[in-house]
Nanobody, 125 residues
Framework: QVQLVESGGGSVQAGGSLRLSCVVS????????MGWFRQAPGKEREFVAT?????????FYADSVKGRFTISRDNAKNTVYLQMNSLKPEDTAVYYC?????????????????WGQGTQVTVSS
């Protein structure tokens, strides 16, 4: 059974940083795509970042986080990270990691097969 467990959320002031982690069990990170999404109250779940399985491939980011967020993975630990710097109040949301069984990467949430339970990030001004 595939499970994704996020951690690292919290409350920070604008300009601060957080690092989210997503530990995957029941599946290795090889030949799959991992993504981060977020959902603010009253809004649709939106794409944040995605990383493909093979080394050397470039991650892909939403325009709203480009240059501030970095997605990475540690295959040995079966863990994906989201480093978030220069946080803004509009980054406040529940953040979810997700796994797509296909390796080529996608920003479309419906393409993802497994989801974590989410972790809350709150940024105050």
């Amino acid at each position: 059974q595939v499970q994704l467990v996020e951690s690292g959320g919290g409350s920070v002031q604008a300009g601060g940083s957080l690092r989210l982690s997503c530990v995957v069990s029941g599946r290795t990170l090889r030949s799959i795509t991992m993504g981060w999404f977020r959902q603010a109250p009253g809004k649709e779940r939106e794409f944040v970042a995605t990383i493909r399985s093979w080394s050397g491939s470039s991650p892909f980011y939403a325009d709203s986080v480009k240059g501030r967020f970095t997605i990475s993975r540690d295959n040995a630990k079966n863990t994906v990270y989201l480093q978030m710097n220069s946080l803004k109040p509009e980054d406040t949301a529940v953040y979810y990691c997700a796994l797509d069984s296909n390796p080529w990467g996608t920003s479309v949430k419906d393409e993802y097969d497994y989801w974590g339970q989410g972790t809350q990030v709150t940024v105050s001004s």
